[in-house]
């Protein structure tokens, strides 16, 4: 067993399936199947189950699974911090980001991070506040900018980015002269909300909850998984949301799509640079944290 034994069985479980895993990892199905197999004898007993076309882990396979991503982390921090002693900064540094900070902040920094260190490959996890945090916990992930603060004692958080919320209905809605609307208006409206664990559903709750009022009041008629799920939601009608503005710049510009402030609901939220408190930060991710530092300090 070896660590690219570990690598291939990483991708199996996270592709969900042999097949998908083989073209990530430039294998053919047969060699995969080799590598799973392998595991499994050192370890006697059995990692992954096949069903159908699906490949999931095992009660073993899920263990395993949590001491890979650790021993692969450690790995991936180890080369950094040899390239750093030689003198360059280079390697490979997962980020987590939720859904705003994910899609419409970190793809244009790294591509400006890019440019200063080009022998660095970056790979972006999306998802929601709650899940990327769980991430940093078990290791999965040395960095995130995400939505909301927890109170996990495991965690480090320091404010990067201000953001400011907005209402947003369609274009052709019966608000759509206006500015700004009251609270109480909102009540008699369909209200989309994104999922528990959102960022952004932790600071709309907070925000309502300052001023006495509960979002849940709200005649939600769908909860979705993603800001892209809940725009299309109001592009067809199924009802109007809070979120930021930073994901309907094209739409607003259109029309399609109109952003109005709550009267006395202050919308304002912060991203949050988000680190493991116990974990040492690589070279990488540390010269990564020091860019987006001096590019936000201002």
Same mark, same amino acid.
């Given at each position: 067993?070896?660590?690219? *034994?570990?690598k291939?069985? /990483?991708?199996? !479980?996270?592709?969900k399936?042999? +097949? @998908?895993?083989s073209?990530?990892? @430039?294998?053919? /199905?047969?060699?995969?199947?080799s590598?799973?197999?392998? &595991? ?23 263990? &395993? ?24 900064? +280079?390697?490979?540094?997962a ?9 419409? !902040?970190?793809?244009?920094?790294i591509? *400006? ?5 080009e022998?660095? #490959? ?22 995130? !900018? ?25 274009? @052709?809605?019966?608000?759509? %002269? =206006?500015?700004h ?6 009540? +008699? ?15 709309? /709750?907070?925000?309502? %909850?300052?001023?006495g009022?509960?979002?849940f ?14 725009? /299309?939601g109001?592009?067809? #009608? ?7 503005? =930073? ?20 919308l304002?939220? #912060?991203?949050?640079?988000?680190t *493991?408190? @116990? ?10 944290? #020091? ?5 936000f +300090?201002?």
């Amino acid at each position: 067993m070896d660590l690219w *034994h570990l690598k291939v069985f /990483q991708k199996v !479980i996270d592709h969900k399936g042999f +097949s @998908n895993a083989s073209k990530v990892v @430039n294998l053919t /199905q047969p060699t995969i199947s080799s590598h799973i197999k392998e &595991l499994e004898n050192y370890y006697e007993c059995r990692l992954v189950d096949r069903l159908g076309k699906q490949a999931l882990p095992t009660k073993a396979g899920e263990l &395993l699974y949590d001491y890979a991503g650790k021993l692969l982390s450690l790995f991936e921090e180890t080369e950094t911090a040899m390239a750093e002693f030689l003198g360059k900064i +280079s390697g490979r540094l997962a980020i987590g980001g939720s859904t705003i900070p994910g899609n419409y !902040i970190l793809p244009q920094e790294i591509g *400006h991070f890019l440019k200063k260190f080009e022998d660095v #490959n970056i790979s972006v996890i999306i998802g929601d506040t709650e899940q990327i945090i769980n991430d940093i916990v078990d290791y999965r992930l040395e960095l995130a !900018i995400v939505g909301a603060k927890t109170e996990l004692k495991q965690i480090k958080q320091k404010k990067l980015i201000e953001d400011e919320m907005s209402l947003v209905i369609p274009g @052709n809605h019966k608000w759509a %002269a =206006r500015d700004h609307v009251s609270i109480d208006m909102l009540f +008699s409206e369909p209200f989309i909300t994104r999922e528990q664990g959102s960022g952004t559903l932790k600071s709309i /709750q907070n925000s309502f %909850a300052e001023i006495g009022k509960d979002v849940f009041s709200l005649n939600i008629i769908a909860q979705l998984g993603s800001t892209a799920a809940v725009i /299309q939601g109001i592009k067809n #009608n199924v009802g109007i949301s809070i979120f930021s503005t =930073r994901a309907i710049k094209e739409e607003l510009a259109a029309g399609s799509l109109k952003a109005l402030a709550i009267k006395g609901v202050d919308l304002k939220r #912060n991203f949050y640079l988000t680190t *493991h408190k @116990n974990r040492t930060a690589s070279p990488l991710c540390r010269a990564f944290i #020091n860019f987006l530092e001096e590019k936000f +300090s201002g």
